[in-house]
């Protein structure tokens, strides 16, 4: 048996290795090329669009009946010192409304606190999921960071989906 | 002698060979890792860089369309400067008579050219010429919504009522 087994390496193919050289000199000129093309900075965009008019319902039915179609539209004025949320909606009273809106002071930090106001627009979600747009009114000095810090509150806070739209709108003096 | 006897009698140097199996491998995972990225990303946009953009969590790609950068001391149309921002301000525009401001002007002739264009596309393939332009906006996150505010009026007044806010992703 060790006689056949060393007779037939002999017989065997020769080790054949190869070239790889030319290979990894095309793999030298790929890599510095891709990496000088590509681009570590990633991109995304957020839509946006000018404010508009919702469509109001027919005023005919009581207003539980139709509360899961009832649509808010949740106005968040931006401020140097503080976030204020009103709801606003053609198909529910003034009680109703004044109910849902909140105040969200800047902590002692000077920060906003965005969990705070995430809670106060998921309390409007919960209530009237039908509801989808938020209308931003920052003050002129507010910078474009805490702009869309905001937005991306507004549409997502942890994993709860909020308000999809958004939509910037200047403040009317 | 004696020494030429012990150079002839040691022992023959073998070649030196370099196994590059694992270099290759590396190589290849590199590749295919920057192929794939790079098949994945829309149009490749140069961003200015005095433009400080902000992160956010949105995950919309973005659309290539005439690209407006805003920064801290200029606005840029392309790679075209057509406004200086000084204090906060746009220098030569008057909110109360955007038409005459360079800006404005500026944006009137590419969404101009943005029509033609469409058009003779339109007529070429037999289609509805496409009228949904927008503007591309990139923003220096330190910019105050005052200045931000005044471009976009005027870009809507040129005819770019709807706009994308270029973001870094988180």
């Given at each position: 048996m060790a006689a056949l087994g060393q007779r037939r390496r002999k017989a065997g193919d020769l080790d054949v290795e190869i070239d790889m050289v030319p290979i990894m000199?095309?793999?030298?000129?790929?890599?510095?090329?891709?990496?000088?093309?590509?681009?570590?900075?990633?991109?995304?965009?957020?839509?946006?669009?000018?404010?508009?008019?919702?469509?109001?319902?027919?005023?005919?039915?009581?207003?539980?009946?139709?509360?899961?179609d009832i649509k808010i539209t949740a106005t968040v004025k931006l401020q140097p010192s503080m976030i204020k949320?009103?709801?606003?909606?053609s198909e529910l009273s003034e009680d109703k409304l004044k109910a849902l809106d909140a105040l969200v002071v800047k902590d002692s930090k000077g920060q906003?606190?965005?969990?705070?106001?995430?809670?106060?627009?998921?309390k409007i979600k919960q209530g009237y999921p039908k509801s989808d747009t938020v209308i931003l009114v920052p003050s002129d000095s507010i910078l474009y960071d805490d702009i869309v810090a905001t937005m991306d509150v507004a549409r997502q806070f942890g994993e709860e989906k909020l308000f999809p739209n958004v939509v910037i709108s200047g403040q009317v003096q | 002698m004696a020494l030429g006897?012990?150079?002839?009698?040691?022992?023959?140097?073998?070649?030196?060979?370099?196994?590059?199996?694992?270099?290759m491998d590396m190589f290849t995972i590199i590749v295919f890792f920057l192929l794939f990225s790079y098949a994945e990303k829309p149009d490749e946009i140069d961003v200015d860089k005095n433009v400080n953009l902000p992160e956010s969590s949105s995950q919309f790609n973005y659309v290539n369309s005439v690209k407006l950068f805003l920064s801290e001391n200029q606005v840029k149309?392309?790679?075209?400067?057509?406004?200086?921002?000084?204090?906060?301000?746009?220098?030569?525009?008057?909110?109360?008579?955007?038409?005459a401001s360079n800006l404005y002007a500026a944006l009137a002739k590419h969404k101009e050219k943005q029509v033609n264009e469409a058009n003779l596309q339109a007529q070429e393939n037999g289609e509805e010429a496409k009228t949904d332009?927008?503007?591309?906006?990139?923003c220096d996150r330190k910019l105050s919504f005052k200045t931000m505010n005044s471009i976009i009026k005027?870009?809507?007044?040129?005819g770019y009522p709807n706009f994308q806010l270029a973001v870094l992703e988180q």
């Amino acid at each position: 048996m060790a006689a056949l087994g060393q007779r037939r390496r002999k017989a065997g193919d020769l080790d054949v290795e190869i070239d790889m050289v030319p290979i990894m000199n095309m793999f030298l000129v790929l890599i510095p090329f891709l990496l000088s093309s590509a681009s570590f900075l990633n991109l995304k965009a957020i839509n946006t669009s000018v404010p508009v008019q919702a469509e109001t319902a027919s005023a005919a039915q009581p207003e539980q009946d139709k509360k899961p179609d009832i649509k808010i539209t949740a106005t968040v004025k931006l401020q140097p010192s503080m976030i204020k949320l009103e709801a606003t909606s053609s198909e529910l009273s003034e009680d109703k409304l004044k109910a849902l809106d909140a105040l969200v002071v800047k902590d002692s930090k000077g920060q906003y606190q965005y969990a705070d106001l995430a809670e106060a627009l998921g309390k409007i979600k919960q209530g009237y999921p039908k509801s989808d747009t938020v209308i931003l009114v920052p003050s002129d000095s507010i910078l474009y960071d805490d702009i869309v810090a905001t937005m991306d509150v507004a549409r997502q806070f942890g994993e709860e989906k909020l308000f999809p739209n958004v939509v910037i709108s200047g403040q009317v003096q | 002698m004696a020494l030429g006897n012990a150079l002839a009698n040691r022992p023959k140097q073998q070649d030196a060979t370099l196994n590059i199996t694992s270099m290759m491998d590396m190589f290849t995972i590199i590749v295919f890792f920057l192929l794939f990225s790079y098949a994945e990303k829309p149009d490749e946009i140069d961003v200015d860089k005095n433009v400080n953009l902000p992160e956010s969590s949105s995950q919309f790609n973005y659309v290539n369309s005439v690209k407006l950068f805003l920064s801290e001391n200029q606005v840029k149309l392309e790679d075209q400067v057509v406004a200086a921002i000084a204090n906060g301000k746009v220098v030569g525009l008057d909110p109360d008579n955007a038409k005459a401001s360079n800006l404005y002007a500026a944006l009137a002739k590419h969404k101009e050219k943005q029509v033609n264009e469409a058009n003779l596309q339109a007529q070429e393939n037999g289609e509805e010429a496409k009228t949904d332009f927008h503007v591309l906006f990139f923003c220096d996150r330190k910019l105050s919504f005052k200045t931000m505010n005044s471009i976009i009026k005027v870009a809507a007044e040129a005819g770019y009522p709807n706009f994308q806010l270029a973001v870094l992703e988180q």
